[in-house]
């Protein structure tokens, strides 16, 4: 460039996530083994590629309607009602996204006006601050770490509290979570509509792994804040389909509406082919997710049983496909020093817990979406790591 434009100023506050950084540093390291990234291991189920291949060949090959193809929107209607009892109409309640990445830029774009603040319970996934610079609004975190990662109603009227000057807009809750694993049963989601409620918030409510929760089944928050919630879904996790990019978008209509301008000159709409799979995957493979979650399940329970093992605690891993485990005091390790060592060392890659705040420090996240070879190549190697620290 031969002049100096002035660009988004915003653009200063981001940076490429740590997660993918850390990744990129330790890809160089021969016969490295790597737990990083947040991606199913398992292929997309073959009728739903099949389902893709005759869409194309049928010439799927215009634009839907904005809001999606109204198959689809009618299967994701069916889907949330069934697995979640909430209703929301096809017509005018759900907007079809570019996975839920384009759902969370767009609910935040309509929902707030430079200089709003939205609370954010940390640790927290990295993909949400970058939205909230881009659109000038002042993240209030929620330190969740004296209640081992689980948000409370207290904890939001204590932040809340301590922020008389913030205009708090909402709150943006993610359960099951990335990067801990938590989840909220159905007393505990009731607690926190109830406070969303009394404060008038709006939360956003990214339920992208809602389909995998390893104890009680699932309870979204709009069962019990509908007007309050946009909720945030889609196939990437529940059916192994990141690279589609499928999301959903479903709040009142008072609120669609307003999304849906946002969204329409963000994106028009969604890929028409991937749309036409993503009904063959909430019809006939609605509960395609199950066979894969059965497997999650063992990883799970193989790692976290591992994990303690060797000295490390870990919060309540009732959901998703991450372990966010507690460095052992007497290694004297930070986040970054540890994983870094652990990379360097004995070719483990996992990601520090500060990739996701500073409630992060102490902490890394393991991500169990691989193979149970790989699963126990990788505690074989942290198992020599934590063999050769202890004896320094
Ligand atoms: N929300 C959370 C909590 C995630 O972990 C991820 C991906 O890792 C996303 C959203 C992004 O989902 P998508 O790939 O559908 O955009």
Do not use: C
């Not at 997309?44 to 109204?70: C, F, L, R, W």
């Not at 959901?319 to 004995?346: C, H, M, V």
């Amino acid at each position: 460039m031969t002049q100096d434009y002035s660009l988004n100023q915003q653009l200063n506050h981001i940076e490429v996530s740590e997660i993918r950084q850390f990744d990129e540093a330790v890809s160089g390291i021969p016969g490295i083994l790597k737990l990083t990234l947040g991606e199913p291991d398992f292929n997309t189920p073959e009728h739903v590629k099949q389902a893709a291949i005759d869409a194309i060949e049928n010439n799927y090959s215009h634009y839907t309607g904005m809001a999606g193809d109204p198959e689809l929107r009618q299967a994701v209607a069916d889907f949330i009602h069934t697995k979640y009892q909430v209703d929301y109409r096809p017509t005018d309640e759900i907007l079809v996204t570019v996975g839920a990445t384009e759902a969370l830029a767009t609910a935040i774009t309509t929902i707030t006006n430079p200089g709003d603040a939205l609370l954010l319970p940390a640790p927290i996934y990295p993909g949400y601050l970058p939205l909230l610079h881009l659109n000038q609004v002042t993240p209030i975190y929620i330190d969740t770490r004296a209640t081992d990662f689980v948000l409370t109603p207290e904890l939001i009227e204590a932040t809340i509290t301590a922020h008389p000057e913030a205009n708090i807009k909402g709150i943006i809750l993610n359960y099951p979570s990335n990067p801990t694993g938590v989840t909220y049963r159905d007393h505990e989601v009731q607690a926190l509509a109830q406070v969303i409620k009394n404060h008038h918030l709006i939360a956003i409510s990214d339920e992208i792994y809602s389909e995998l929760t390893y104890g009680e089944s699932h309870v979204s928050l709009a069962k019990y804040a509908f007007d309050q919630t946009i909720l945030v879904n889609g196939l990437s996790k529940s059916h192994a389909m990141t690279g589609w990019r499928i999301g959903f978008l479903m709040a009142p209509s008072t609120l669609t509406t307003e999304m849906k301008k946002v969204h329409q000159y963000l994106v028009t709409a969604a890929t028409t082919v991937a749309q036409r799979a993503a009904i063959e995957a909430l019809t006939t493979g609605i509960d395609d997710g199950q066979a894969m979650k059965a497997e999650y399940l063992k990883r799970r329970d193989f790692m976290f049983a591992g994990l303690q093992e060797l000295g490390f605690s870990v919060a309540r891993p009732d959901g998703a496909f991450y372990l966010f485990a507690k460095i052992p005091a007497e290694l004297q390790l930070n986040s970054r020093d540890f994983t870094k060592a652990l990379a360097e060392e004995n070719q483990l890659a996992i990601i520090p817990g500060t990739a996701f705040g500073d409630a992060g420090e102490g902490y890394v996240r393991l991500s169990y979406a691989a193979s149970m070879a790989t699963l126990e190549d990788a505690m074989a190697r942290l198992t020599t790591f934590m063999i050769n620290h202890r004896a320094a």
